[in-house]
């Protein structure tokens, strides 16, 4: 790869933003896992690998539109859940998301989840504003309200979206899929503009 195109792809998936970066939201993208964590394994398929795919699709969708981005990890590390949450308050973040593909002894559960601090109003909108996008592009989705302490901060919007099921037989096709991924990313950023509002 010609270095200039290597230089606008880190950009593009770790840099602030071209566009208005200084008042730009700051959106923290957490692909869950990694490290000696590998999440849920099925069939050879792991979450660490899968989210950190997913993820660098939703830096690229949010730093299409004009947002500013930061990444948990880039590659196979495993920082603690804390540390990803300090680090993001630490840099301002107005978004915490953190990404997941789940699983169930059950093979045909399947559908969206998302973990939303039920007393951080920031995050209750943010998880109802997602939640209609990514129902827009065919997911079923439940919203699933916990304690702040469990997800992040209280003065951090944080939401924890559990994609699909990788047991499920039709919905682990989505999982892997680069082009659902896309879709989904193009979602988020639809619904977290929301509440973060356009660049
Ligand atoms: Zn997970």
Redo the contacts with the bound molecule.
Sequence with gaps: MPPILFVILLLLVSGPSPVGAQDAPLVYIDP??GGDQP??VEDGLE?EDL?LRWGFLVAEAFAAAGYETRMSRTGDVGPGFQERVDEARALGADLFLSL???RDDDPELWGTEIFLAEDQPGSVAAAEAVAEALEGIGARVTLIGQPWEVLASPDLPTLMV?LGHLTHPVERRLMVSRDFWEEAAAALVVGAGEVLGRP
């Design positions: 869950g896992h999440g849920v979450e989210v997941h593909i789940n559990e």
